[in-house]
Nanobody, 126 residues
């Protein structure tokens, strides 16, 4: 059984940082693409960052490219999303998701991931 469990969300002020964690069980991250997807109130889900398996390239949407970093710890089978200089537009529920396909930059645009976590709330407010 594949499980993804996010943690690390919370309430922060603009300009602050958070690191989200996604602990994965049932599959090895070395062979799957992992994405962080967010959904703000009243908006559609949006792929924020992803890590494609194979060459392990990372991809980001333009609005977070210089502020967020996705990386994994293979020993812990955990993926992280380091988020710096947060602003109110980053407020959303953040989900991690995994898939055996979605190679390359497709992992950012195609959100048909096989497995999803339950989500963690990130609120940026002064």
């Amino acid at each position: 059984q594949v499980q993804l469990v996010e943690s690390g969300g919370g309430l922060v002020q603009p300009g602050e940082s958070l690191t989200l964690s996604c602990e994965v069980s049932g599959i090895s991250l070395n062979y799957y693409s992992i994405g962080w997807v967010r959904q703000a109130p009243g908006k559609e889900r949006e792929g924020v960052a992803c890590l494609s398996h194979g060459p392990s390239n990372s991809y980001y949407i333009d609005s977070v490219k210089d502020r967020f970093s996705i990386f994994r710890d293979s020993a812990k089978n955990t993926v992280y999303l380091q988020m710096n200089d947060l602003n109110e537009d980053d407020t959303a529920v953040y989900y991690c998701a995994a898939d055996g396909g979605l190679y390359g930059s497709i992992c950012l645009r195609d959100l048909t991931y096989d497995w999803w976590g339950q989500g963690t709330q990130v609120t940026v407010s002064s």
